[in-house]
């Protein structure tokens, strides 16, 4: 990364927020544009904030005017109609526009493994994976039309200390320690990429203002491989259980009992996370995943119980895998 000036559109979610800390780290002038709120992940000293609702397009832009930034990373676009806003504020305000899309986007499920930049984008079950696949088409006319410089990055799965990686969040961490039944899709051994947001973020900070991302799209992707039964039991031997109960549904069993869960079990969870970052890896040779999943749980499990306020159960999550238990 060469030292730039960086307007993040968000800034304090999960991936976002890393970015906001690591960029900010090596020296850019990070400014974030966000509704204000800043309590769930603090700027660091010296970042500076706009307040503004990104979807005014008037109050935005109002915001903006007259700013030019070497990089906007945006991480609030999920539609089409938002992103031709967002482009109308902020196409001509910057040299690299670089979209947030998904790994959930590529094929479902995929016809080879690994899956790579190339993979064909298209995802039946997920309209959160139709929107960005809609976006990225956008996005290309926009970039081959000469009207914005674009690079588009593909997060997989990626996670810091606040999100519990299996379906029901905390919830599942909770039953594990009271000796419930937690279920898992198919036998549990599909594999499985999770990233710590922190090595999300090292590797998305160097390609900003890097001319060979222009026009260019990227997996960020942990290479650690993991399978569902793993990560469960990761998650339970940080959470200091040492025999944790976990039991087997097929996707279209869970599926049927908690629809709510069709987009992420069929749209992406139950399909194989295995990754290709050699075209990362190219433009950032030194570039390499430091956490693993063991201490990301460690992280998660912590930061949990530090505060009782943070292990919320939900009772419609529990009493859906009480359902899976007795099915």
Same mark, same amino acid.
């Given at each position: 990364?060469t030292? #730039?000036?960086l307007?993040?559109?968000?800034?304090t979610?999960?991936?976002?927020? !890393?970015?906001v800390?690591?960029?900010?780290?090596?020296?850019?002038? &990070? %400014? *974030?544009?966000?509704?204000?709120?800043?309590?769930?992940?603090?700027?660091?000293?010296?970042?500076?904030?706009?307040?503004?609702?990104?979807?005014?397009? +008037? !109050?935005?832009?109002?915001?903006?005017?007259?700013?030019?930034?070497?990089? *906007?990373? $945006?991480?609030?676009?999920? %539609?089409? $109609?938002? /992103?031709?806003?967002s /482009?109308?504020?902020? +196409?001509?305000?910057?040299?690299?526009?670089?979209?947030? =899309?998904?790994?959930?986007?590529?094929?479902?499920?995929? =016809?080879?493994?690994?899956?790579?930049?190339?993979?064909?984008?298209?995802?039946?079950?997920?309209?959160?994976?139709?929107?960005?696949?809609?976006?990225?088409?956008?996005?290309?006319?926009?970039?081959?039309?000469?009207?914005?410089?674009?690079?588009?990055?593909?997060?997989?799965h990626?996670?810091?200390?606040?999100? &519990?990686?299996?379906?029901?969040?905390?919830?599942?961490?909770?039953?594990?320690?009271?000796?419930?039944?937690?279920?898992?899709?198919? $036998?549990?051994?599909?594999?499985?990429?999770?990233?710590?947001?922190? $090595?999300f973020?090292?590797? @998305?900070?160097?390609? /900003?203002?890097?001319?060979?991302a222009?026009?260019?799209?990227?997996?960020?992707?942990?290479?650690?491989?993991?399978?569902?039964?793993?990560?469960a039991? %990761?998650? !339970?031997?940080a959470?200091?259980? #040492?025999?944790?109960?976990?039991?087997?549904?097929? %996707?279209?069993?869970?599926?049927?009992?908690?629809?709510?869960?069709?987009?992420?079990?069929?749209?992406?969870?139950?399909?194989?996370?295995? @990754?290709? #970052?050699s075209k990362?890896? +190219?433009?950032?040779p030194?570039?390499?995943?430091?956490? !693993?999943?063991?201490d990301?749980?460690?992280?998660?499990?912590?930061?949990?119980?530090?505060?009782? =306020?943070?292990? *919320?159960?939900?009772?419609?999550?529990?009493? =859906?895998?009480?359902? @899976?238990?007795?099915?």
């Open positions: 990364m030292q #730039t000036s307007l993040v559109i968000g800034g979610g999960q991936i976002s927020a !890393a970015v800390r690591e960029a900010h780290a090596r020296g850019s002038a &990070v %400014t *974030v544009l966000n509704r204000g709120s800043t309590s769930s992940r603090p700027l660091p000293d010296g970042v500076e904030q706009i307040v503004a609702d990104v979807r005014d397009e +008037a !109050a935005t832009a109002a915001a903006v005017d007259g700013r030019h930034f070497d990089s *906007v990373a $945006d991480y609030l676009t999920y %539609t089409p $109609d938002q /992103l031709a806003q /482009l109308r504020i902020f +196409a001509d305000r910057t040299d690299q526009y670089v979209f947030i =899309s998904s790994a959930s986007a590529y094929q479902k499920p995929p =016809s080879r493994l690994p899956i790579d930049e190339a993979t064909p984008l298209h995802n039946p079950w997920s309209a959160y994976a139709r929107d960005k696949i809609a976006c990225e088409a956008l996005l290309r006319t926009e970039h081959t039309a000469g009207r914005v410089p674009v690079t588009v990055v593909r997060p997989s990626t996670y810091d200390e606040t999100h &519990v990686p299996l379906l029901g969040g905390w919830t599942t961490i909770d039953r594990l320690r009271r000796g419930a039944p937690v279920a898992l899709h198919g $036998d549990g051994t599909s594999l499985w990429a999770l990233t710590h947001s922190s $090595d973020a090292r590797a @998305f900070v160097e390609l /900003l203002g890097h001319p060979g222009i026009g260019e799209a990227f997996n960020i992707t942990s290479p650690e491989l993991l399978t569902w039964n793993m990560i039991r %990761t998650l !339970a031997d959470a200091g259980v #040492t025999t944790p109960t976990l039991i087997h549904r097929t %996707t279209h069993d869970l599926v049927e009992l908690e629809p709510s869960w069709d987009a992420s079990l069929r749209g992406d969870r139950s399909h194989p996370g295995v @990754f290709d #970052t990362l890896r +190219a433009l950032a030194d570039w390499e995943a430091r956490v !693993a999943f063991a990301g749980a460690r992280e998660i499990v912590a930061w949990h119980d530090a505060d009782a =306020s943070r292990r *919320v159960v939900d009772p419609e999550v529990d009493a =859906s895998y009480d359902r @899976f238990a007795g099915a």
